[in-house]
């Protein structure tokens, strides 16, 4: 049973529908119950043509949720409406939806929910399961979503941005169930990158393989968070750090920079050290200060205070540091590490329990707790 | 996309606005605070923001280890314990504010008089998965 194929071929399939006069929401509806249906059915008994089967079972479907009276008026006033649209690439059409889905009129989640679902070929079960929510909880986020873009037409062109948003939310926020998120989003993301002509959507690609490279060597068997200087660089995926790295080359060459490209350049530069100590600080200071022109969020100004503590020392770092607030979250974290380098082990110590005590994910509280343990060890206490 | 508890207490949370005990309201008025609760569920389902709801009984049981092949010892329920967890909600929203205007709503359900209760709830965040992207 190939549910990779299953997932491939869902935009495509929903888009056929589209096409033949379908509104959105009832062809999504459609061929999710389509999907559903598959999965039951294909182990057993196998399609020779998959899009074809789809196709039939999702058209049926529609048909069938179409069939009362009030229902069938409407669709055909669509039907007249709007006419057949003339020859455009599967492409386009797909990318399309991928703007419908991610509509600047939907919340983040809502938006997340329904690209997994409509673009992304996921059941509801799956995608309920991946955020820890009740099924019938997400089922009914996503008729909300769908209800929202219901006046939005499909033929106009949206903004990549708000696009490229939501995959970088898939791939960065989910939990680990049955569905790998930080890998569909990749599939996804390289779908929009080979049909959307533009630099930030090679940035994010690279950004998300350049991460993607060392997701092995993040944790330990345990579930334990090994921070970046710590991991053991032989484990990173040479081979899709050179895809990534090949990826974020051309887009650079462009000269358009964005702040996804800015990211994918810092990660390349640490996935360029063979060794944490020979990370090249000097030159990722440098594309922090670029992405800190392209956004003044106060959590990559967090992030830069660390590289410079590590390019021109603590002192450095810390100077960086006093410009931001304290209420920042990580801030006391990043004090922590600062003052640690800069020999304070007792203010250091105090600021890691600190940090520990904010954290906003256990497996870094775990870490900060572990770093707090480990000073108060060597202090002897 | 955040989950929060929002946790109800029987007593630990500073007195409400509308502070008559449950067992003081007329019969109609026990009717409509449950009703409010079950619609704002209901609603929260509909809005794709719910995750959970339980009450728990007020009388609880200390519980701890004693040790190999002893059985475990138990302790209370104690009268005067301070804090005592009545039920939670856990909801899963956009934003801190939809979380706290949730709560805000659904500490308005009727009381006595029919007056919103303007009870205290507690807002606790989950804590997350780690982001995957680390620098």
Not at chain 1, 89 to 114: G, K, M, N, Q
Not at chain 1, 283 to 291: A, K, M, P, T
Not at chain 1, 294 to 319: K, Y
Not at chain 2, 28 to 45: G, N, P
Request: contains cysteine.
């Amino acid at each position: 049973m190939d549910e990779a194929l299953l997932r491939a071929l869902t935009p495509s399939v929903l888009t056929i529908l589209v096409r033949r006069g379908a509104d959105f929401a009832a062809a999504e509806d459609a061929v999710q119950d389509a999907l559903v249906e598959a999965l039951r059915v294909w182990p057993t008994d196998p399609p020779r043509d998959a899009k074809g089967w789809l196709v039939t079972v999702a058209w049926r479907r529609f048909l069938d949720a179409a069939r009362s009276e009030s229902a069938r008026r409407r669709r055909e006033e669509i039907l007249q409406e709007e006419p057949v649209p003339g020859p455009a690439s599967a492409v386009d059409d797909t990318l399309r939806l991928y703007f419908l889905c991610a509509h600047p009129s939907l919340s983040p989640s809502s938006a997340v929910a329904l690209t997994l679902r409509a673009v992304g070929g996921l059941t509801t079960r799956q995608i309920a399961h991946a955020y820890l929510v009740p099924e019938a909880t997400m089922a009914q986020r996503i008729s909300r979503a769908k209800r929202t873009v219901a006046g939005v037409r499909l033929d106009r062109p949206g903004d990549a941005a708000t696009v490229l948003r939501v995959l970088y939310l898939i791939f960065n926020e989910g939990y680990s169930g049955e569905v790998d998120l930080a890998a569909e989003a990749i599939r996804l993301t390289r779908r929009v990158h080979a049909a959307l002509d533009h630099p930030e959507s090679a940035g994010l690609l690279a950004l998300m393989l350049l991460h993607q490279a060392r997701r092995c060597a993040r944790t330990t068997p345990e579930g334990a968070l090994v921070p970046l200087a710590e991991q053991d660089r032989r484990r990173w995926d040479t081979g899709v750090i050179a895809e990534g790295v090949g990826i974020l080359q051309a887009a650079l060459a462009r000269d358009r920079l964005g702040e996804y490209q800015a990211q994918a350049a810092i990660a390349a530069l640490h996935a360029d050290a063979p060794r944490a100590e020979e990370t090249d600080w000097a030159q990722i200071v440098e594309w922090y200060d670029e992405l800190v022109r392209l956004n003044r969020s106060p959590v990559i100004r967090l992030n830069r205070a660390v590289a410079v503590g590590e390019a021109d020392g603590p002192g450095a770092g810390l100077a960086a540091l006093a410009e931001l607030e304290e209420s920042l979250p990580r801030h006391s974290a990043v004090a922590g590490h600062l003052h640690e380098r800069a020999g304070d082990l007792d203010m250091a110590a105090r600021l890691y329990a600190e940090a520990a005590h904010k954290a906003t994910d256990l497996a870094e509280r775990e870490h900060l707790t572990r770093q707090a343990a480990r000073l108060d060890q060597c202090r002897g206490r | 996309m955040a989950k929060y508890l929002l946790l109800k207490h029987y007593r630990g949370a500073p007195a409400a606005v509308n502070d008559v005990p449950m067992d003081q309201w007329t019969s109609q008025e026990i009717s409509a605070h449950v009703k409010y609760m079950r619609d704002f569920a209901d609603r929260l389902e509909k809005t794709g923001e719910f995750v959970d709801s339980q009450a728990l009984a007020p009388e609880g049981t200390f519980v701890r280890y004693d040790g190999e092949g002893r059985p475990p010892v138990t302790d209370g329920p104690f009268a005067e314990t301070k804090d005592l967890i009545a039920g939670w909600m856990v909801i899963d929203v956009d934003s801190r504010e939809r979380a706290l205007e949730l709560a805000a709503e659904l500490s308005a359900a009727p009381g006595a008089g029919g007056r919103p209760v303007h009870e205290w709830l507690e807002l606790r965040p989950f804590l997350n998965e780690p982001p995957t992207i680390e620098d």
